[in-house]
């Protein structure tokens, strides 16, 4: 999810745990720990764009990050005199929530977290809700407001923030069953269309779990289409080719690495000396028509493959008309 929404669900978890024993430092606290998965970002500085692929939300969002990082953290907090009111296992348990609760939500998110590293580099997505909703935010900021301000000093100062709490998680948990009705539609629609496939991703876009993308994978290409859950309407797929012949004698790490990036929904296309790699698991903008162009998404990957076996690697955006 965006750093905002991340920050205001740490603040809320702060001030669930904490905010009785030091008030409103309990909430500046839990967003400032929430945000530490994401200063992955930094790394940026010293890697290039194809090797962070596999860097962001790598580590830093795994289990292991999250129960390493709490004792460490919960420490930290106990040294500087945090100790007097907060005792350590509740410094921890605090902490522990606000590092695993950030990876968990970005799992619900389609570009993918590596939750179980070192033992394994799977990206897991459940690709239930767009990557900025505010329709899960805002009763967490609500929430929040009530609990610190309006009744700060009131025995029912928690109520606003587990309220808030309560309505972002069961809207979160609620974006699971929408996924699976969308998903019935979409297989229906295949069958209909008698379209064979052997896999199906379906991925929420825009605010509020309206809209949805299904991509449909074959052997030799992707089908795909918009659908709404308030239209309900049977549209044709549009077809685009996966063109994997094109990926022959590239860097075969990168080629690899690209797959596994994109969970095998991707399609490829030459321009020139350059090959443009569309990820559909982690860009799903929709369909754009770009001049004479016609492409699954608007942004890809610029492949530049070199004599020498090596490669360029950037990125490009269509224009969205």
């Known amino acids: ?21 030091i ?15 994401d200063l992955d970002v930094a790394l940026y500085l010293f890697y290039d764009k194809f090797e962070m692929l596999s860097i962001h939300r790598g580590y830093s969002h795994s289990i292991l990050f999250s129960i390493v990082g709490a004792f460490l953290i919960a420490y930290i907090l106990q040294r500087i005199k945090l100790g007097e009111k907060v005792g350590y296992w509740r410094l921890w348990i605090f902490t522990w929530l606000a590092l695993f609760t950030h990876m968990l939500l970005d799992a ?24 900025v909703d505010p329709v899960y935010t805002l009763p967490l900021i609500f929430g929040l407001f009530f609990s610190l301000f309006v009744f700060k000093n009131r025995p029912s100062r928690p109520v606003g923030n587990y309220v808030g709490l309560a309505i972002s998680t069961l809207y979160l948990l609620g974006t699971l069953g929408i996924k699976n009705r969308v998903e019935q539609h979409f297989r229906a629609e295949l069958a209909e269309q008698h379209i064979e496939y052997h896999s199906l991703l379906t991925m929420s876009v825009g605010v509020a779990n309206i809209n949805w993308y299904g991509v449909a994978k074959t052997n030799d290409g992707l089908y795909m289409h918009k659908y709404s859950i308030l239209k309900n309407e049977r549209l044709p797929f549009e077809y685009f080719p996966t063109n994997d012949h094109l990926l022959e004698g590239v860097n075969p790490h990168l080629v690899d690495r690209m797959k596994w990036f994109a969970k095998g929904f991707y399609t490829v296309e030459k321009t020139g000396d350059k090959l443009r790699f569309y990820n559909l698991q982690v860009d799903m903008r929709g369909i754009v028509q770009d001049g004479n162009t016609k492409a699954p998404t608007a942004g890809y990957f610029v492949i530049v493959p070199h004599a020498d076996g090596g490669f360029g690697f950037s990125a490009g955006t269509h224009r969205v008309e």
């Open 23 to 37: 008030g409103n430092k309990g909430a500046i606290l839990g967003a400032a720990v929430a945000t530490i998965p």
């Open 108 to 131: 619900f998110t389609a570009y993918g977290t590596q939750l179980f590293l070192p033992f394994s580099d799977a990206r897991v997505g459940f690709d239930s809700v767009n990557v």
């Open 1 to 21: 999810m965006d750093s905002i929404t991340q920050a205001v669900l740490g603040a809320a978890i702060g001030e669930a745990v904490l905010g009785k024993k």
